[in-house]
């Protein structure tokens, strides 16, 4: 059981990157996805949420508008597409998942498997 988070790299300051995350040994159908990203010397912060049910969606004030959360529960995997990209989005990301969760979920906590992170830099 684990995720696998792919699609980080380097891109200059108004690009974009899809960010993928690959679900093995379960399905994703009954979970929230969270994005998290985390800066060097900053907590982990939930950029995105999907919920479990409904499809109800969360995005941090700053990437609203510019960031789309999706789930594919027939090839159990999630991915966040960022677009218009700055340098302060510069992080490692992480994907999460929690069973059952609501857009509500939005502290690193509240998730119980991981993906590995992958790192995005953004560049001027």
């Known amino acids: 059981v684990q995720l696998v988070a792919t699609g980080g790299g380097t891109v200059q300051a108004g690009g974009s990157l899809r960010l993928s995350c690959i679900a093995s040994g379960f399905s994703l159908d009954d979970y929230a996805i969270g994005w998290f990203r985390q800066a060097p010397g900053k907590e982990r912060e939930a950029v995105s949420v999907?919920?479990?049910?409904?499809?109800?969606?969360y995005y941090e004030s700053s990437v609203y508008g510019r960031f789309t959360i999706t789930k594919d529960t027939t090839k159990d995997t999630a991915s966040l597409q960022m677009s218009a990209l700055k340098l302060e989005d510069t992080a490692i990301y992480y994907c999460?998942?929690?069973?059952?969760?609501?857009?509500?979920?939005?502290?690193?906590?509240?998730?119980?498997?991981w993906g590995q992170g992958t790192q995005v830099t953004v560049s001027s």
């Open positions: 999907l919920s479990a049910h409904g499809g109800n969606t």
């Open positions: 999460a998942v929690a069973r059952g969760g609501s857009t509500w979920w939005r502290s690193p906590r509240q998730y119980e498997l």
